[in-house]
């Protein structure tokens, strides 16, 4: 069973410029949650992804996008960044539509933003 | 919304027992989750309490009393590779997880 992967490990951009992380869900799971977790804090819910749908949103501006792909695998894409984008960036996978209370997440890209 | 606390750090010797305290405010949910994440690492899932009263796997042990909005997760015979940040999580039924901000364990020899 292959677990969840993302790509890349480290980004470093400018303020203003645009990123896409890419997400593969762990084998079996069709449901894709990102996160963005500062340092020091608890990952906070960008928005999540249900047979290529997505399916709920946090509190995040219109900037941060996504897409879901047949063979569930995602990619979130920033707009514009900001230096308060700096973060991990964490993906999770699920089975079944909806809040999952066990959820698979991936080693998490760290996105620096100078 | 929800809101979670938990105590930002705390400290305890090998071998002994620890428990890692969440109080939250929700206007309703579904359980709660407690997730390990090691510096560097990914958050691993613990354990989940749908109903109140303890839940036991293995070393660790979860609680949930929902009319003290109050739960606790519980490791025994600790081990240095308990060292980590844990987290306590609120399954809303709204498609995602809201996490508090996290407890970081440190365990002495």
């Known amino acids: 069973e292959t677990g969840v992967t993302q790509s890349p490990t480290h980004l470093i951009k400018t303020r203003g410029q645009q990123v896409t992380l890419r997400c593969s869900s762990q084998?079996?799971?069709?449901?894709v949650s990102w996160y963005q977790q500062a340092l020091g804090q608890g990952p906070q819910f960008i928005f999540q992804?249900?047979?290529?749908?997505?399916?709920g949103r946090g509190n995040f501006p219109p900037r941060f996008s996504g897409l879901q792909f047949p063979n569930y695998s995602s990619e979130l894409n920033v707009n514009a960044l900001e230096l308060d984008d700096s973060a991990l960036y964490l993906c999770?996978?699920?089975?079944?539509?909806?809040?999952?209370?066990?959820?698979?997440f991936g080693p998490g890209t760290r996105l620096t933003v100078t | 919304g929800q809101s979670l606390e938990q105590p930002s750090e705390v400290t305890a010797v090998e071998g002994a027992i620890v428990q890692i305290n969440c109080t939250y405010q929700t206007s309703g949910f579904y359980g709660l989750s407690w997730y390990q994440q090691h510096d560097g690492g990914a958050p691993t899932f613990l354990s989940y309490?749908?109903?109140?009263g303890l839940e036991e796997t293995g070393r660790f042990s979860s609680f949930l009393s929902r009319s003290d909005s109050y739960g606790y997760l519980l490791l025994q015979e600790l081990q240095m590779k308990d060292s980590a940040s844990y987290f306590c999580?609120?399954?809303?039924?709204?498609?995602?997880?809201?996490f508090g901000s996290g407890t970081r364990l440190q365990v002495q020899p």
């Open positions: 309490n749908a109903l109140d």
């Open positions: 999580a609120l399954d809303t039924g709204r498609r995602a997880l809201t």
């Open positions: 084998s079996g799971h069709n449901t």
């Open positions: 999770a996978s699920s089975s079944g539509q909806g809040s999952s209370y066990e959820q698979y």
């Open positions: 992804y249900y047979r290529e749908e997505e399916n």
